[in-house]
């Protein structure tokens, strides 16, 4: 870089009070029209100006204050640099040697963000917003809309929903999981159905699925979709118990939770995609299939649905304390293999709803099964 | 006037991968600035005449943006897909019809961010001082761009130059330096001489099918089951040398070569579309010129999108690697024959920490890569080509208010429209 052109620079004694830089190569633009114009480079160090004289121009020049002279961020390229000065944020001043830069002692100081304010309202907003329709709004609506989807819609929901299910736990690219057709226990299925008076060849029917894993859980769906695990067959020590469970999933049915819940899902599944984007929105629907299954329906229908299954059951001459058996099962064998999920356990308030169940049961009646020995045997068998 | 073009690629790279690893350390906000950065460094390396282009955006006015489309488009998106699914499972009893029409919903919000978007680019950057705008019209430009579509449709993209030269000429006639209008000159006829390959290519297409339908069909008409079909090419498949029998199974195989030279037409009259309404811009006084070559774009593309990928699967190889020497290999080859699980012992939250963090690295590595070896080259050749060829102009031009915009780019952030740069 050649040396300034200012020779009372070499002699030794106070610094001068002027100082001149090399113009040559440099350019300034007054930001208003895009003519580029010659400069000529000067430093007052007594008024801390750099003093850029025009001598193409009708201006004379300007003057930029040193310590508001700021140089533009991440800029390509290794040579020359650009600068602003915040007494005028359009002029430009585009520099070819850096020597000049050491006067300037604040180039690469940031600007605080302008209307804090109206960004944290604006945020607030945004959250806020975000809050009410999931929390609030969607499922007000979904609550209402489930009363008046007719059944034939309920059920091709369910069945989407089903299909969605069994796709998400296979895997992609995987067949669904396969559902188990053995005749002699599905027949068992049935049988407790009608011993629960469930709902029979309507159109708001009860369908029973027994899908082959291991997951100790089963979940209803809308149009009368009745899920059950395989796991959940194999863990059951009487066949009241499994009763039990399907006269609570019943119950869910009959109080339309499941479309309630789907309806809700439908609704929150395109807000969560547009605030995370599109590489995040197939986890999305992971977590929201999870979500169905898991069904963290609110308290109040969980125990709505209790009370069906303790109706029900009585009807049917079987314990209501059933349905405390096997959430204590479920309680205890699952307390001990972590990651396994099921509703029944994640409930918090599940040691109150056993004793409820065991209260529900008179203390002097005898009850009975509701098959037989060899039908339940058949049931276990209904995967095979 | 020349437009040189200054940046390194190591350097892009750094700037990318920096600000990328900030980006994932704060869950995506630090996306305003990483967007803001890499056009501040790209704009800065094109540089008309030697004096770079400046983008003066602001990531806080685009954070800004992004809430207030949120809190916009959740009502709109989640309310209506809400009311959406109830008819279509109530009246139709499927999803389908419910997802179409909540696709066909976004579609003008779509155009109507994409116009928006371009105003705020427009409107936040500079060249020697003098700033760029385009005019108000999103709605305006979202109406057009549907109807042009539905022309195009309808009449089976015979139009689609028309809808090209029609929607580009909104655009540019609405676009400013300064004081100064960019006029879109020329017919929108002219943009057939860029459908040559893409129209040889369905050509090709159209013959290949008409051989294997009409001509000698490929699945004989007394064939009966699917298994007698397949019988059929069994049989052929043990005829390998005959491969020059035109009546064979094998000429499946041309439909490959087809299908990429559909790719080709498609890419060469994108270009080739921007190469010639270049040519016919023009301001007063300044005149636009493009020498795009739309061969090299597909080049950039085919080598650019490669490079980047092998060296992403070679990155992903590497990590396998180590984890491999880390664990040992019985750890490995249980986890993959399901007998354990290898983050079993971590609290569940951790190993989902885990799992998130390695996918988000491999999305930031991926849109590295990208920058590295396809916006870049590109964004160098597309710069290099242009010229202003007359610049008499320019000295006429003079400053333009600013165009104050609150929602910056939030709509089309939302609706991942912005993903280009």
């Not at chain 1, 605030?275 to 995040?280: E, M």
Request: hydrophobic share 50%; with cysteine.
């Amino acid at each position: 870089m050649s040396m300034p052109p200012d020779l009372e620079s070499h002699v030794a004694g106070p610094r001068p009070m002027r100082q001149l830089f090399s113009g040559i190569d440099s350019t300034y633009f007054d930001g208003d029209t895009p003519v580029p114009q010659t400069v000529t480079l000067m430093v007052d160090h007594a008024a801390q100006v750099l003093e850029i004289g025009l001598p193409g121009s009708a201006v004379a020049g300007v003057c930029w204050s040193l310590d508001e002279i700021r140089q533009l961020e991440d800029t390509a390229g290794q040579e020359g640099v650009i600068l602003r000065w915040m007494g005028d944020p359009l002029a430009r001043l585009h520099l070819a040697d850096p020597y000049i830069l050491q006067h300037m002692p604040h180039l690469k100081r940031g600007a605080p963000p302008k209307g804090r304010g109206r960004l944290a309202a604006w945020a607030f907003a945004a959250v806020a917003g975000v809050a009410f329709q999931i929390g609030v709004l969607v499922p007000l609506l979904a609550d209402r809309l489930a009363e008046f989807i007719p059944p034939a819609g309920e059920r091709a929901l369910g069945e989407a929903t089903f299909g969605q299910i069994r796709q998400a736990l296979a895997g992609t690219g995987l067949p669904p999981l396969p559902i188990c057709e053995n005749q002699d226990g599905l027949a068992v299925l049935e049988e407790m159905l009608v011993g629960l008076e469930a709902e029979r060849g309507t159109d708001a029917a009860i369908k029973v699925f027994v899908l082959d894993h291991e997951m100790i859980n089963a979940f209803a769906l809308p149009g009368g979709y009745v899920v059950f695990f395989r796991g959940m067959i194999d863990a059951a020590q009487s066949p009241n118990e499994i009763a039990a469970v399907l006269a609570h999933e019943v119950g869910h049915v009959e109080n339309r939770d499941p479309t309630r819940h789907a309806l809700r899902s439908a609704g929150s599944i395109g807000i969560l995609g547009l605030l995370l984007g599109d590489f995040a929105g197939g986890a999305v629907v992971l977590f929201l299939t999870e979500q169905l299954i898991s069904a963290n329906y609110a308290q109040s229908a969980e125990s709505g649905a209790d009370e069906f299954a303790f109706a029900a059951l009585e009807a049917a001459d079987v314990t209501p304390a059933a349905l405390g058996d096997i959430f204590e099962r479920l309680r205890d064998k699952v307390g001990d293999t972590d990651g396994v999920m099921s509703h029944f356990v994640s409930h918090p308030t599940l040691t109150s709803r056993i004793n409820r169940a065991r209260s529900a049961a008179r203390a002097d009646a005898a009850y009975g099964d509701i098959v037989s020995d060899e039908s339940w045997s058949a049931l276990k068998r209904v995967c095979d | 006037m020349d437009v040189w073009f200054v940046g390194g690629r190591s350097a892009l790279f750094w700037l990318a991968l920096k600000s990328g690893f900030w980006t994932v350390l704060t869950l995506g906000f630090y996306r305003f600035w990483m967007k803001t950065r890499l056009r501040r460094w790209y704009w800065s390396s094109i540089r008309p005449g030697g004096h770079p282009l400046e983008y003066v955006g602001d990531p806080w006015e685009k954070l800004l943006g992004f809430f207030i489309a949120v809190v916009i488009l959740t009502f709109y998106i989640g309310i209506v897909n809400l009311a959406l699914m109830f008819v279509s499972f109530s009246v139709f009893q499927s999803s389908f019809i419910g997802y179409f029409s909540s696709f066909l919903g976004v579609i003008p919000i779509w155009f109507y961010a994409q116009y928006r978007a371009r105003r705020y680019v427009l409107g936040r950057t500079r060249w020697r001082g003098v700033r760029f705008g385009l005019e108000k019209g999103a709605w305006g430009y979202a109406w057009r761009a549907l109807l042009h579509w539905v022309i195009t449709i309808c009449t089976l993209g015979l139009l689609w130059p028309r809808m090209t030269f029609y929607l580009e000429k909104y655009k540019t006639d609405r676009t400013y330096f300064g004081s100064a209008t960019l006029m879109q000159g020329g017919r929108w006829t002219m943009l057939y001489r860029a459908t040559g390959p893409f129209a040889l290519a369905v050509g090709l297409a159209a013959l290949l099918v008409f051989w294997l339908v009409w001509l000698e069909p490929l699945v004989p008409q007394g064939a009966k089951s699917f298994e007698e079909v397949v019988g059929g090419f069994e049989a052929d498949i043990d005829l390998m040398f005959d491969i020059l029998d035109w009546q064979r199974p094998f000429r499946l195989f041309l439909i490959l070569p087809v299908l990429l030279m559909m790719i080709y037409g498609a890419v060469h009259y994108r270009f080739a579309s921007k190469r010639i309404l270049a040519n016919h811009k023009h301001s007063a006084g300044v005149q636009l010129n493009s020498s795009l070559n739309a061969l090299r774009v597909s080049m950039i593309y085919v080598l650019g999108t490669t490079i980047a990928y092998a060296i992403l699967v070679v990155g992903i190889m590497a990590i396998a690697g180590v984890a491999f020497a880390l664990m040992g290999s019985e750890a490995l080859v249980q986890s993959q024959l399901g007998t354990s699980d290898p983050l079993g012992d971590l609290p569940r939250w951790l190993s989902i920490g885990v799992l998130a963090a390695l996918y988000l690295s491999v999305f930031l590595f991926w849109g590295v890569l990208h920058h590295a070896f396809v916006t870049y080259p590109l964004m160098r050749h597309m710069a290099l080509t242009l010229s202003l060829l007359n610049v008499a102009g320019l000295a006429q031009v003079s400053q333009r208010a600013r165009d104050e915009f609150a929602e910056a780019e939030g709509f089309a952030e939302a609706l991942d429209l912005g993903a280009a740069i």
